[in-house]
Protein backbone atom coordinates (compact mmCIF):
# COMPACT_ATOMS: atom_id res chain seq x y z
CA UNK A 1 0.00 0.00 0.00
CA UNK A 2 1.27 3.30 -0.94
CA UNK A 3 2.20 5.81 1.47
CA UNK A 4 1.20 9.86 1.14
CA UNK A 5 2.91 11.65 3.95
CA UNK A 6 1.30 15.56 4.26
CA UNK A 7 1.95 18.75 5.91
CA UNK A 8 -0.57 21.68 5.89
CA UNK A 9 0.96 25.01 7.06
CA UNK A 10 -0.30 27.29 9.55
CA UNK A 11 -2.85 29.36 7.24
CA UNK A 12 -4.33 25.87 6.41
CA UNK A 13 -4.61 25.32 9.98
CA UNK A 14 -5.73 28.93 11.26
CA UNK A 15 -9.05 28.39 12.66
CA UNK A 16 -11.92 25.45 13.31
CA UNK A 17 -13.14 25.80 9.72
CA UNK A 18 -9.95 24.89 8.26
CA UNK A 19 -9.24 22.19 10.55
CA UNK A 20 -12.49 20.58 9.51
CA UNK A 21 -11.26 21.46 5.54
CA UNK A 22 -7.92 19.55 6.57
CA UNK A 23 -9.94 16.35 7.73
CA UNK A 24 -11.86 16.33 4.54
CA UNK A 25 -8.72 16.41 2.53
CA UNK A 26 -7.35 13.57 4.99
CA UNK A 27 -10.06 11.40 4.73
CA UNK A 28 -10.53 11.44 1.16
CA UNK A 29 -7.57 9.21 0.25
CA UNK A 30 -6.68 6.61 2.78
CA UNK A 31 -2.85 6.50 1.87
CA UNK A 32 -2.54 10.04 3.61
CA UNK A 33 -1.53 8.40 6.63
CA UNK A 34 0.94 11.06 8.08
CA UNK A 35 0.23 14.63 8.80
CA UNK A 36 2.43 17.36 9.87
CA UNK A 37 0.87 20.58 11.22
CA UNK A 38 2.49 23.92 11.30
CA UNK A 39 1.15 26.36 14.12
CA UNK A 40 -2.15 28.35 13.81
CA UNK A 41 -1.65 31.43 11.13
CA UNK A 42 -3.41 34.67 10.36
CA UNK A 43 -7.14 34.44 10.11
CA UNK A 44 -7.11 37.77 8.69
CA UNK A 45 -4.59 41.18 7.39
CA UNK A 46 -4.11 42.38 10.67
CA UNK A 47 -3.89 38.88 13.43
CA UNK A 48 -0.81 37.58 14.75
CA UNK A 49 0.97 34.23 13.87
CA UNK A 50 0.76 31.65 17.05
CA UNK A 51 4.19 31.74 16.63
CA UNK A 52 4.43 35.49 16.67
CA UNK A 53 2.74 35.31 19.80
CA UNK A 54 4.72 32.61 20.98
CA UNK A 55 8.26 34.35 20.28
CA UNK A 56 6.85 37.50 22.24
CA UNK A 57 6.02 35.36 25.29
CA UNK A 58 9.65 34.12 25.61
CA UNK A 59 10.83 37.74 25.06
CA UNK A 60 8.80 39.28 27.95
CA UNK A 61 9.33 36.53 30.21
CA UNK A 62 13.29 36.40 29.27
CA UNK A 63 12.83 40.22 30.34
CA UNK A 64 11.39 39.19 33.07
CA UNK A 65 7.86 40.67 32.64
CA UNK A 66 4.67 39.62 32.58
CA UNK A 67 3.65 37.78 29.54
CA UNK A 68 -0.40 36.66 30.15
CA UNK A 69 -1.39 39.29 27.37
CA UNK A 70 0.43 37.45 23.99
CA UNK A 71 -0.02 33.86 26.03
CA UNK A 72 -3.70 34.66 26.36
CA UNK A 73 -4.38 35.21 22.86
CA UNK A 74 -2.62 31.84 22.26
CA UNK A 75 -5.05 30.19 24.96
CA UNK A 76 -7.70 31.82 23.54
CA UNK A 77 -7.08 30.93 20.22
CA UNK A 78 -6.35 26.94 21.11
CA UNK A 79 -9.84 26.93 23.18
CA UNK A 80 -11.93 28.06 20.45
CA UNK A 81 -10.62 25.66 18.38
CA UNK A 82 -11.05 22.97 20.28
CA UNK A 83 -14.55 24.28 21.73
CA UNK A 84 -15.90 24.62 17.77
CA UNK A 85 -14.69 21.28 16.93
CA UNK A 86 -16.53 19.58 20.21
CA UNK A 87 -13.56 18.55 21.74
CA UNK A 88 -13.26 16.71 25.07
CA UNK A 89 -11.92 19.06 27.77
CA UNK A 90 -8.63 18.95 29.10
CA UNK A 91 -6.82 21.33 27.42
CA UNK A 92 -6.18 24.04 29.98
CA UNK A 93 -4.24 21.40 31.58
CA UNK A 94 -2.01 21.42 28.46
CA UNK A 95 -2.01 25.39 28.13
CA UNK A 96 -1.50 25.84 31.71
CA UNK A 97 2.10 22.97 31.47
CA UNK A 98 3.54 25.46 28.77
CA UNK A 99 2.67 28.69 30.29
CA UNK A 100 4.62 27.28 33.29
CA UNK A 101 7.70 26.31 31.61
CA UNK A 102 8.03 29.55 29.45
CA UNK A 103 9.64 31.71 32.13
CA UNK A 104 12.15 28.55 32.56
CA UNK A 105 13.43 28.63 29.00
CA UNK A 106 16.85 30.47 28.37
CA UNK A 107 16.08 30.12 24.37
CA UNK A 108 13.08 30.91 23.01
CA UNK A 109 12.82 27.27 21.10
CA UNK A 110 10.51 24.95 23.39
CA UNK A 111 8.21 28.11 23.48
CA UNK A 112 8.12 28.49 19.93
CA UNK A 113 7.53 25.17 18.89
CA UNK A 114 4.44 24.92 21.30
CA UNK A 115 2.42 26.14 18.22
CA UNK A 116 3.14 23.40 16.27
CA UNK A 117 2.64 20.97 19.41
CA UNK A 118 -0.48 21.87 20.71
CA UNK A 119 -1.89 22.29 16.99
CA UNK A 120 -0.81 18.76 16.99
CA UNK A 121 -2.44 17.52 19.70
CA UNK A 122 -6.08 19.27 18.34
CA UNK A 123 -5.59 17.73 14.92
CA UNK A 124 -4.89 14.43 16.22
CA UNK A 125 -7.96 14.81 18.72
CA UNK A 126 -9.99 15.68 15.88
CA UNK A 127 -8.69 13.01 13.40
CA UNK A 128 -8.84 10.31 16.13
CA UNK A 129 -5.09 9.47 14.72
CA UNK A 130 -2.38 8.81 17.41
CA UNK A 131 0.01 11.54 18.58
CA UNK A 132 4.26 11.08 18.03
CA UNK A 133 5.47 13.93 19.83
CA UNK A 134 8.33 15.41 16.95
CA UNK A 135 11.08 15.54 20.26
CA UNK A 136 10.47 11.88 20.12
CA UNK A 137 11.32 10.88 16.60
CA UNK A 138 13.73 14.01 15.08
CA UNK A 139 17.02 14.34 16.72
CA UNK A 140 19.49 17.06 16.25
CA UNK A 141 23.74 16.79 17.54
CA UNK A 142 25.17 19.25 20.09
CA UNK A 143 25.87 21.86 17.22
CA UNK A 144 21.85 22.34 16.41
CA UNK A 145 22.85 20.17 12.90
CA UNK A 146 20.16 17.48 12.06
CA UNK A 147 21.23 13.83 12.96
CA UNK A 148 19.61 12.25 9.36
CA UNK A 149 20.89 8.93 10.72
CA UNK A 150 19.60 8.79 13.74
CA UNK A 151 16.37 10.70 12.72
CA UNK A 152 15.38 8.18 10.24
CA UNK A 153 16.00 5.25 11.96
CA UNK A 154 13.67 6.10 14.98
CA UNK A 155 11.39 7.84 13.19
CA UNK A 156 11.18 5.06 10.68
CA UNK A 157 10.96 2.62 13.52
CA UNK A 158 8.17 4.49 15.42
CA UNK A 159 5.72 4.94 12.52
CA UNK A 160 5.97 1.33 11.28
CA UNK A 161 3.72 1.06 14.79
CA UNK A 162 1.58 3.71 13.73
CA UNK A 163 -0.73 3.07 11.06
CA UNK A 164 -2.37 6.96 11.40
CA UNK A 165 -0.44 9.62 13.25
CA UNK A 166 0.22 13.34 13.31
CA UNK A 167 3.55 14.64 14.06
CA UNK A 168 4.10 18.00 14.54
CA UNK A 169 6.48 20.31 12.32
CA UNK A 170 9.59 22.56 13.36
CA UNK A 171 11.48 21.26 15.67
CA UNK A 172 12.63 17.88 17.83
CA UNK A 173 15.19 17.53 21.01
CA UNK A 174 18.95 18.00 21.49
CA UNK A 175 21.43 15.07 22.84
CA UNK A 176 20.48 16.32 26.23
CA UNK A 177 16.68 16.50 25.41
CA UNK A 178 16.39 20.25 25.08
CA UNK A 179 13.68 21.08 22.45
CA UNK A 180 15.47 22.64 18.77
CA UNK A 181 13.55 23.95 16.04
CA UNK A 182 14.33 24.28 12.77
CA UNK A 183 14.33 27.91 10.92
CA UNK A 184 10.85 29.70 10.60
CA UNK A 185 8.79 27.54 7.91
CA UNK A 186 10.88 23.92 9.26
CA UNK A 187 7.90 22.13 9.24
CA UNK A 188 8.41 21.91 5.50
CA UNK A 189 11.58 20.08 6.84
CA UNK A 190 9.76 17.88 9.38
CA UNK A 191 7.59 16.87 6.33
CA UNK A 192 10.36 15.96 4.27
CA UNK A 193 12.07 14.15 6.99
CA UNK A 194 8.99 11.86 7.86
CA UNK A 195 8.40 11.17 4.10
CA UNK A 196 11.90 9.85 3.59
CA UNK A 197 11.67 7.61 6.51
CA UNK A 198 8.18 5.77 5.78
CA UNK A 199 9.79 5.14 1.76
CA UNK A 200 6.64 7.60 0.77
CA UNK A 201 5.23 7.43 -2.62
CA UNK A 202 4.61 11.39 -2.00
CA UNK A 203 5.35 14.44 -0.18
CA UNK A 204 2.53 16.16 -0.25
CA UNK A 205 2.74 20.63 1.10
CA UNK A 206 -0.74 22.07 1.41
CA UNK A 207 -0.76 25.64 1.67
CA UNK A 208 -3.14 28.49 0.56
CA UNK A 209 -1.21 28.81 -2.97
CA UNK A 210 -1.89 26.74 -5.85
CA UNK A 211 1.90 26.09 -6.36
CA UNK A 212 4.73 27.29 -7.43
CA UNK A 213 4.55 30.56 -9.49
CA UNK A 214 7.10 31.50 -12.36
CA UNK A 215 7.83 34.67 -10.71
CA UNK A 216 6.83 36.36 -7.70
CA UNK A 217 3.17 37.89 -8.12
CA UNK A 218 4.13 41.40 -6.11
CA UNK A 219 6.48 41.91 -8.90
CA UNK A 220 4.67 40.00 -12.20
CA UNK A 221 1.11 40.58 -11.95
CA UNK A 222 -0.19 37.35 -12.59
CA UNK A 223 2.43 34.57 -13.28
CA UNK A 224 1.90 31.83 -14.80
CA UNK A 225 1.70 28.51 -12.46
CA UNK A 226 4.64 26.04 -13.14
CA UNK A 227 2.83 22.59 -13.58
CA UNK A 228 6.27 20.54 -12.61
CA UNK A 229 9.61 21.17 -11.90
CA UNK A 230 12.46 19.20 -10.41
CA UNK A 231 14.69 18.83 -7.51
CA UNK A 232 17.63 20.83 -8.82
CA UNK A 233 15.53 23.71 -10.39
CA UNK A 234 13.39 23.70 -6.86
CA UNK A 235 16.51 24.03 -5.09
CA UNK A 236 17.88 27.28 -7.18
CA UNK A 237 14.33 28.74 -7.28
CA UNK A 238 13.91 28.71 -3.35
CA UNK A 239 17.54 29.72 -2.33
CA UNK A 240 17.14 32.58 -4.58
CA UNK A 241 13.70 33.62 -2.57
CA UNK A 242 11.19 31.41 -4.02
CA UNK A 243 8.69 31.14 -0.85
CA UNK A 244 6.46 28.47 -0.95
CA UNK A 245 8.38 25.95 0.19
CA UNK A 246 11.58 26.02 2.66
CA UNK A 247 14.90 25.64 0.95
CA UNK A 248 15.94 22.89 3.34
CA UNK A 249 13.00 20.34 2.30
CA UNK A 250 14.98 19.14 -0.95
CA UNK A 251 17.43 17.24 0.47
CA UNK A 252 15.77 14.64 2.32
CA UNK A 253 13.01 13.85 -0.48
CA UNK A 254 15.60 14.25 -3.08
CA UNK A 255 18.18 11.61 -1.33
CA UNK A 256 15.18 8.92 -1.35
CA UNK A 257 13.37 9.69 -4.97
CA UNK A 258 10.37 10.74 -3.44
CA UNK A 259 8.34 13.63 -5.44
CA UNK A 260 6.67 16.26 -3.74
CA UNK A 261 3.43 18.01 -4.70
CA UNK A 262 2.25 21.83 -3.69
CA UNK A 263 -1.37 21.88 -3.53
CA UNK A 264 -3.82 24.69 -2.71
CA UNK A 265 -6.14 23.47 0.79
CA UNK A 266 -8.20 26.24 -0.99
CA UNK A 267 -8.44 24.28 -4.54
CA UNK A 268 -7.97 21.01 -2.94
CA UNK A 269 -9.11 19.81 -6.66
CA UNK A 270 -6.17 21.46 -8.57
CA UNK A 271 -3.74 19.48 -9.33
CA UNK A 272 -0.50 22.01 -7.93
CA UNK A 273 2.95 21.84 -8.93
CA UNK A 274 4.49 18.50 -9.01
CA UNK A 275 8.12 18.25 -7.85
CA UNK A 276 10.00 15.25 -9.04
CA UNK A 277 13.96 13.46 -9.36
CA UNK A 278 13.88 14.25 -13.58
CA UNK A 279 11.96 15.26 -16.24
CA UNK A 280 12.68 14.67 -19.70
CA UNK A 281 10.06 17.00 -21.68
CA UNK A 282 10.20 20.79 -21.33
CA UNK A 283 7.62 22.50 -21.19
CA UNK A 284 9.46 25.95 -21.95
CA UNK A 285 12.87 27.60 -22.07
CA UNK A 286 12.87 28.59 -18.42
CA UNK A 287 10.82 26.96 -15.48
CA UNK A 288 10.97 30.41 -13.46
CA UNK A 289 12.55 33.51 -11.78
CA UNK A 290 13.45 34.20 -8.26
CA UNK A 291 15.46 36.79 -6.63
CA UNK A 292 16.18 39.22 -3.86
CA UNK A 293 17.71 42.02 -2.86
CA UNK A 294 20.40 42.81 -0.05
CA UNK A 295 24.20 42.13 -1.51
CA UNK A 296 27.01 43.47 -1.67
CA UNK A 297 29.70 42.83 -3.70
CA UNK A 298 34.26 42.55 -2.87
CA UNK A 299 35.67 43.10 -6.04
CA UNK A 300 39.52 41.68 -5.52
CA UNK A 301 42.01 43.21 -8.98
CA UNK A 302 45.57 42.08 -8.92
CA UNK A 303 47.77 41.73 -12.08
CA UNK A 304 48.87 38.16 -13.06
CA UNK A 305 46.47 36.81 -10.72
CA UNK A 306 45.62 33.99 -12.69
CA UNK A 307 49.03 33.10 -12.14
CA UNK A 308 49.28 33.24 -8.17
CA UNK A 309 48.53 29.59 -6.99
CA UNK A 310 46.06 29.90 -3.90
CA UNK A 311 45.22 33.37 -4.61
CA UNK A 312 41.19 32.41 -4.70
CA UNK A 313 41.90 30.29 -1.63
CA UNK A 314 43.36 33.18 0.61
CA UNK A 315 40.26 35.37 -0.30
CA UNK A 316 37.58 33.07 1.29
CA UNK A 317 40.00 32.31 3.25
CA UNK A 318 39.41 35.93 5.12
CA UNK A 319 36.03 35.50 4.89
CA UNK A 320 36.13 32.45 6.28
CA UNK A 321 37.87 34.23 9.52
CA UNK A 322 35.07 36.72 10.04
CA UNK A 323 32.16 33.67 10.10
CA UNK A 324 31.02 34.98 6.72
CA UNK A 325 29.24 32.41 4.30
CA UNK A 326 29.71 33.68 0.25
CA UNK A 327 27.03 33.64 -2.06
CA UNK A 328 28.79 33.86 -5.46
CA UNK A 329 32.39 34.12 -6.20
CA UNK A 330 32.41 35.34 -10.22
CA UNK A 331 36.32 35.80 -11.65
CA UNK A 332 38.01 37.51 -14.49
CA UNK A 333 42.01 37.01 -15.34
CA UNK A 334 43.12 39.75 -13.02
CA UNK A 335 39.74 40.73 -10.96
CA UNK A 336 37.71 38.06 -8.49
CA UNK A 337 34.52 38.89 -6.80
CA UNK A 338 32.89 37.56 -3.83
CA UNK A 339 29.34 37.98 -3.08
CA UNK A 340 27.90 38.57 0.08
CA UNK A 341 24.90 39.12 2.71
CA UNK A 342 24.82 42.71 3.62
CA UNK A 343 23.93 41.55 7.30
CA UNK A 344 26.54 39.70 7.59
CA UNK A 345 28.84 41.98 6.00
CA UNK A 346 27.20 44.66 9.19
CA UNK A 347 30.01 45.91 11.41
CA UNK A 348 32.98 43.12 9.33
CA UNK A 349 33.41 45.03 6.00
CA UNK A 350 36.72 47.05 7.46
CA UNK A 351 38.57 44.05 9.17
CA UNK A 352 37.25 41.90 6.12
CA UNK A 353 38.90 44.33 3.49
CA UNK A 354 42.21 44.52 5.89
CA UNK A 355 42.60 40.77 5.86
CA UNK A 356 42.12 40.10 2.79
CA UNK A 357 44.80 42.76 1.92
CA UNK A 358 47.15 40.80 4.22
CA UNK A 359 46.44 37.94 2.92
CA UNK A 360 46.71 38.17 -1.04
CA UNK A 361 48.30 42.36 -1.67
CA UNK A 362 46.41 43.25 -4.17
CA UNK A 363 46.31 45.86 -6.87
CA UNK A 364 43.10 47.30 -5.10
CA UNK A 365 39.75 45.99 -3.38
CA UNK A 366 36.77 47.86 -3.67
CA UNK A 367 33.15 46.87 -2.17
CA UNK A 368 29.78 47.55 -3.86
CA UNK A 369 26.50 47.86 -2.04
CA UNK A 370 22.89 47.61 -2.90
CA UNK A 371 23.22 44.68 -5.06
CA UNK A 372 19.94 42.41 -5.96
CA UNK A 373 20.60 39.01 -7.34
CA UNK A 374 18.20 37.70 -9.92
CA UNK A 375 18.14 33.81 -10.61
CA UNK A 376 16.49 33.08 -14.08
CA UNK A 377 16.32 28.64 -14.24
CA UNK A 378 15.25 25.97 -16.14
CA UNK A 379 16.74 22.84 -17.50
CA UNK A 380 15.20 23.99 -21.02
CA UNK A 381 18.32 26.31 -21.16
CA UNK A 382 20.54 23.54 -21.44
CA UNK A 383 21.86 23.51 -25.61
CA UNK A 384 19.16 26.23 -26.34
CA UNK A 385 20.74 28.82 -28.06
CA UNK A 386 20.07 32.61 -27.81
CA UNK A 387 19.21 32.57 -24.02
CA UNK A 388 21.67 34.61 -23.07
CA UNK A 389 21.13 37.00 -25.72
CA UNK A 390 17.55 37.01 -25.01
CA UNK A 391 17.77 38.02 -20.86
CA UNK A 392 20.44 40.47 -21.39
CA UNK A 393 18.38 42.43 -24.30
CA UNK A 394 15.41 42.26 -22.43
CA UNK A 395 17.60 43.97 -19.66
CA UNK A 396 19.22 46.26 -21.85
CA UNK A 397 15.62 47.61 -23.66
CA UNK A 398 14.48 47.53 -19.93
CA UNK A 399 17.73 50.59 -19.11
CA UNK A 400 18.95 47.80 -16.62
CA UNK A 401 22.87 47.85 -15.77
CA UNK A 402 23.66 44.06 -15.50
CA UNK A 403 26.50 45.00 -12.44
CA UNK A 404 27.73 40.94 -12.10
CA UNK A 405 26.91 37.41 -14.31
CA UNK A 406 27.57 34.23 -13.15
CA UNK A 407 26.52 31.26 -14.76
CA UNK A 408 27.61 27.26 -14.26
CA UNK A 409 28.56 24.57 -16.82
CA UNK A 410 25.26 22.95 -15.94
CA UNK A 411 23.59 25.52 -17.80
CA UNK A 412 20.43 25.25 -15.22
CA UNK A 413 19.91 29.21 -14.74
CA UNK A 414 21.76 32.36 -15.25
CA UNK A 415 22.23 34.66 -11.94
CA UNK A 416 22.70 38.29 -12.98
CA UNK A 417 23.41 41.15 -10.07
CA UNK A 418 21.95 44.63 -10.75
CA UNK A 419 21.03 47.65 -8.81
CA UNK A 420 18.59 47.45 -6.12
CA UNK A 421 16.49 49.90 -7.31
CA UNK A 422 16.23 48.14 -10.76
CA UNK A 423 15.26 44.90 -8.97
CA UNK A 424 11.49 44.93 -10.11
CA UNK A 425 12.30 46.21 -13.53
CA UNK A 426 14.42 43.51 -14.17
CA UNK A 427 12.32 40.71 -13.31
CA UNK A 428 9.49 41.92 -15.41
CA UNK A 429 11.88 42.48 -18.21
CA UNK A 430 12.94 38.83 -18.01
CA UNK A 431 9.27 37.53 -17.74
CA UNK A 432 7.85 39.09 -20.53
CA UNK A 433 10.89 37.95 -22.94
CA UNK A 434 10.62 34.08 -21.95
CA UNK A 435 6.69 33.87 -20.75
CA UNK A 436 4.29 36.41 -22.00
Known sequence: MSI???KFGGSSLCDAARFQNVASILRADSSRRYVIPSAPGKRFDDDDKVTDLLYRC???AAGGEDFDEPFGRIAERFAGI???LSLPDGWQAELDAVRQRIPMEETPDYTASRGEYLCGRLLAAYLGWDFIDAADVIFFDENGRLDAEK???VCAQTL???????????????PDGRIHTFSRGGSDVSGAIVARAVLASLYENWTDVPG???????IVENPRLISSLTYRELRELSYMGASVLHEDAVFPVRKAGIPVNIRSTVHPEHPGTRIVPRADTVDATITGIAGHKGFSVITVEKAMMNAEVGFGRRVLQAVEEQGICFEHMPSGIDTLCVVLDQKQLAGRQEQLVRRIVELTEPDSVEVHENLALIATVGRGMVRQRGTSARLFGALMHAGVNVRMIDQGSSELNIIV?????????????IYRAFVE
Do not use: C, K, W
Open 212 to 218: FLMADPR
Open 58 to 60: HAL
Open 417 to 429: GVDTADFETAVRA
Open 160 to 174: AEHEFAVIPGFYGSM
Open 151 to 153: TNA
Open 82 to 84: AQA
Open 4 to 6: VVT
